[in-house]
């Protein structure tokens, strides 16, 4: 007779062995089936970057807008608007492009597409593009840019007022004088106030800031437009940038020393502080995937919409002077002395001359 009992004790001892002291038994994957597999932690396999796309001339560029990844345009001193169509790889000039040549500034771009888009020059002159490569003067604008909703139809924040075209830049008339009636200090005012930054997140419904508490709007593409005043609150509290991600919420950036950002979601009736530090400027890719910069470098960005935002210190040798966000994973910003740096995300192992690490920003709106 065959004994067995002794082989099937000697088993389960083993066994008993094998699970005190934490190895694996006999044809057991220690991956497939023990948590020390399903601990293991991923390793990245991307990472963000901001990497140098410079404008080989010692030129101050102002203001930069991709209407997507690849193509763009940055506008600078001596009158020089400079373009691209593979995402800053290479750059043509369309007017200017050299540092010893006469001409005025040119900044606040704004395009619908890659054909037609407009810029301002100096202080006073709208320049314009119908085929997105040849430009011509048009007309006469002031600072504060300009929001178009087609190639004919566009609004110009400026003094006292909003106006409006439907030409195309050439004409301009007052669309609606900024006069409101409203309490200070506990007595009634009734005041012109003043107009710096308007955006329209849909052809019918825009917001138009400026003077302390006042948010102007319109519902029907600026026929009309109506105010709405909010509370007395401590600090400054004009307002210099807007920017919506829809009809009803709404980003914007408070005071000048100390600006802070505000948001709301009703429309802009209410405006509730949010921690951070807000910049010169709002620029949003889309719901959700927004930046701002401010000096000596500090750059933040939301993922939320503006709900929370996070700031990192930069090293770019220069100012950022304007930036542009055509996707949430694609960026640009530019400076003094021909700056151009790209933000994109690239795989865990690239490299490259004067490549900086960048934050790697959620698309997901967490």
Sequence with gaps: MTMTTPRRNHCATATLLALVAGLPLLGQNPAAGTDTGAAQVAQPKYKAIWEPINYKQDLALNDVFFVDDQVGWVGGDKGTILFTKDGGDT??????????????????????????????????????????????????????????????????????????????????????????KMEVGGLTREENCSIVDLHFPTPRVGYAVGTARITAKTEDGGATWSTLIGPEEQGDQRVWKVHFTSETSGVQIRGMGDARFLRTDDGGKTWSGVV???????????????????????????????RRWTARQTKFPATVKGFSLPRPDRGYVVGDHGMIYRYRVVPIGYTAKGVMDAPMISTSGK
């Design 91 to 180: 750059w043509v000039p369309q007017l200017g492009g050299d540092p010893g040549a006469v001409g005025s500034s040119i900044s606040d771009l704004f395009f619908l597409d890659a054909k037609t888009g407009w810029a301002r020059q100096h202080y006073d002159t709208m320049l314009r593009t119908s085929n997105g490569q040849d430009w011509q003067e048009i007309g006469a604008v002031r600072e504060n840019g300009f929001d178009f909703l087609s190639p004919t139809r566009g609004f110009h924040p400026y003094g006292g007022a909003i106006r409006v075209t439907d030409d195309g830049g050439r004409n301009w008339k007052e669309a609606w004088p900024c006069r409101v």
């Design 276 to 306: 951070g530090s807000a910049g010169f400027d709002l620029r949003f890719a889309n719901d959700n995937v927004g930046w701002s910069f401010r000096e000596k470098g500090v750059f933040s960005y939301t993922s939320d919409g503006g």
